[in-house]
């Protein structure tokens, strides 16, 4: 048997030396004269991590000297207020990159919301234009942030992924597909050999057994457990689900996809959570919007 | 160890029954006044592999009623006269789809062809919108025409398919990947557990060996052997290659990415080449074709 020593994979640090590089990219576009990436966010209503991630981003432009501005409406907007306010900040050349918080209330069709978008400003990369190039492997696309940000993950960690056989766990449009489609590209990272899992699948501990790498994003908390994980295998945690906790002053506590506690000592490499895939998120978001406002140039 | 009756997954006689579904629903459509579907194709140079397509194609719409406009030009055409004749057809409202049958001389760039023809109109659904539309799994998405095609064939043959796992050999754009996503949607066909391989995939056969269901798309003549199905395996095969063989009167023969020889007496279900995937592809096409007639009602 091989022992291995386990790593974190500390997204909270990748993102601050990412984030890092974008700031003084941002100083020396402003020395120079140059138009500042400005994010524009939409928040509906008063979900309490909704609240939060949007906070998150607005910091994150902030320390890094970009524009944001944070656009707050309550549970009740009507759909066509909200579709209103995209196609202005569509035409606002001040602004490079739009985003709006989901999940929206049941009234909204968060398809028409995000299509709505322009493709060009669609810094999430959740429009199905982007969605397609991202496929076809052009390099203008946006990848949508989680997937761009786990990427950056294994790419600023070094992590080998040539050759590996990847599991995802999960085939949402926002964060599974995208990341088998990413992890299979003829890229580095890249080149793996990707299966996708999903509510369907039929020995499941077999598969997963059998992963050099494991993306697990089905938001079922603590879903992976030890005998799932090969030894030595890299684990990625997108969950993030709040678990009531009375011994917490916030009273809830963060749990992801993955059951840390048993999985980690088996992995060459795992993202905890808090502090793994959502700040990469965060870090992916502020360079597709960088990117915006340099193509805008 | 379980024997299995091979059963020949009949291409050419399943689009046969789709295409004549659809021919009644033109004839009747043209009893009641309604439009007729129209598909422009246009050809560029003389590939002879390209001309027996394309000339499949017109001829399928012949035969059940569409109009078909075929446009040559010479393999020397600029790329700006084929953009503006696609801009041309995109403006025409006569016109329900227009493929442009690939690939093109290296001069021109496929990309920009493919980008030109209207959304609405990219019956072949090669178009980035249609790609991230299948992807979010809109309805109204054009599915490339092949993983379409194989899906239909799955349909009419009632293969089961859920829970299943499948191993699609490809990472292409129109083919590997549309289909790798499509067997995996939550859909029937569809809720496959599905592994994409490629070039730098390691213990290929390992991989092969556990799949229910294996579509073969890289186009190498003969790729997959017999040691690498499992029995009872269905295996679709996409590829079609031209070997020279003097014994012919063509003075070529067609031969799949399948061994086919070899590889049939371990399958339930099991495509020819030619008479599989080929037929498929161009029901598909006028699937897309009929739709997007309908989608201007």
Redesign the interface.
Known sequence: MHLCKMQLLDGKKTAKAILNTVKIDVAQRAATGKKIPHLAAILVGTNGASQTYVNSKVKACNEIGFISTLIEYEEEVSEMKLLDKIQELNEDMSVDGILVQLPLPAHISE?KVIEAIAASKDVDGF???????M????AEAFIPATPYGIMLLLEHNNIPT??K?AVVLG?S?IVG?PM??LL???TNPG?C??????S???NLNE?CSQADIIVAAIGQPEFLKAEMVKEGAVVIDVGITRLEDASKKSGYRLVGDVDFEQVAPKCSFITPVPGGVGPMTIAALMKNTYKSCVNGD
């Open positions: 398809r429009h199905p234009e982007n969605i397609g190039r496929i076809m492997g052009e040539k050759g056989h085939r449009n597909r088998s489609i299979s590209n003829n080149n050999t990707v299966t996708v899992c999903h369907r699948t039929q598969i």
